[in-house]
């Protein structure tokens, strides 16, 4: 009888076993994403942005991650795990940002990143230096202020905006700005797919320098053994996103947009693993994908990390006065030049600017005419 007894107490607790282990086997690869999205963007967001962790779970999207997932903040990482089935890690490293820690392998060494953090003029008028100017009179201040109340209100339908800052630049010269409680004009915030501007910028500045060429392809080692279609694809056609790449930009919990961003060791070469399914140059598909390629040339063409990693700042921020921005690598040590930057609000509006101006800042071109 005692022997039938404990039979019985052990089977549920077996079973228990069992059931675990075939969800960690099943369901934890299906949601690597979810965590590693959980684990990087509360890592960039405390380290990087300057925001608490209760702050950046507020604006997880999916109010599944933002009550299961369990947050755990180190000196230096940020782990998200949900209880039985699995975590993931986003380390930080300074001028470089977080990066998700591989599940396997191990991430490269990076150079020390040329990354100043100094406070602008406060005297100096943006976005020469951090004063706002009056209101020019011709603009009406109230219609302005509900404007920008407006931006902070939420939607009584569909998902929340959650706006954390909203800077106003009239005639070049900051005028108005705003920002949601505990947060500031010092916090830095990540551009999302604004970034892939940024790589497009810095495209442009090496065009103009003579060190890149548009027409050049054979853009990625997977592409050039054999007789891979997939090399004829230039690098013009990757800023353009018509590479005619089989990539699936989604970013439900296992969309292709997802697994680059939060479940690949290497954005680069996850990107070039797609097939081709189309002739390059005949038709566009929005690409975060082809982007990340961009910036994996400019690293192959520029030949050394160090300098390579000097490039962002040295030939773009620090010339138009963006002095908080920060590009985050990849595990491979490529910028992930699709989605990855932060800087403060102002500072995005210094590049917004850049781009206004068609590329020129104080009298010196920045960008090749029309760019």
């Given amino acids: 009888m005692r022997r039938r007894t404990t039979l019985l107490l052990a089977t549920p607790v077996l079973a228990g076993v069992v059931l675990v282990l075939v969800a960690r086997l099943l369901v934890a690869p299906l949601l690597r994403p ?17 925001a608490s962790v209760d702050q950046v779970r507020e604006g997880f999207p999916d109010p599944r991650l933002r009550d299961l997932v369990r947050l755990r903040v180190h000196d230096d990482a940020v782990d998200a795990s949900l209880p039985l089935i699995g975590s993931r890690r986003a380390l930080h490293r ?32 943006w976005p020469e230096g951090e ?3 009056a209101l020019p009179p011709h603009i009406d201040g109230a219609r302005l202020a509900a404007a920008i109340d407006s931006a902070f209100m939420e939607p009584p339908d569909g998902p929340a905006w959650r706006t954390h800052a909203v800077v106003v630049v009239h005639g070049g010269r900051l005028v108005a700005e705003r920002y949601a409680p505990g947060y500031s ?29 548009l027409r050049a392809a054979a853009l990625h080692p997977l592409w050039r053994a054999g007789s891979d279609p997939r090399a004829a694809i230039t690098l013009e056609q990757l800023l353009h996103m018509s590479s005619g790449l089989e990539f699936d930009e989604t970013y439900s919990i296992t969309g292709g947009a997802a697994r680059l961003l939060f ?20 038709r566009w598909y929005y690409s975060s994908a082809t982007t990340n390629m961009v910036s994996f040339h400019l690293r192959e063409l520029i030949g050394d990390d160090g300098a390579y990693a000097a ?19 990849d595990a491979a040590g490529t910028f992930v030049g699709s989605s990855f930057m932060y800087a403060t609000a102002r500072d995005w509006a210094r590049f917004g600017l ?18």
């Fill in 34 to 50: 979810a965590l590693g999205y959980a684990a990087k963007v509360a890592c960039s967001g405390v380290f990087v942005g300057g």
């Fill in 94 to 125: 300074p001028g470089y940002g977080c990066t998700l820690v591989p599940v396997r392998g191990s991430m490269v060494a990076l150079p020390a990143a040329p990354y100043v953090d100094v406070d602008g003029d406060a005297v100096l008028p």
């Fill in 131 to 133: 004063a706002a100017v």
């Fill in 185 to 213: 004009e010092r916090n830095r915030f990540n551009g999302w797919s604004m970034t892939k501007s940024v790589t497009s910028a810095l495209a442009g500045i090496l065009a103009a320098d003579g060190v890149l060429d």
């Fill in 263 to 282: 479940d690949s060791e290497d954005v680069a070469a996850a990107g070039a693993a797609w097939p081709l399914a189309h002739e390059p140059g005949t």
């Fill in 311 to 329: 490039v962002p700042a040295r030939r773009l921020f620090h010339r138009i006065g963006m002095r908080t921005a920060v590009l985050e690598a």
């Fill in 354 to 371: 850049l781009y206004l101006r068609d590329g020129v800042w104080n009298g010196e071109r920045v960008l090749p005419a029309g760019w």
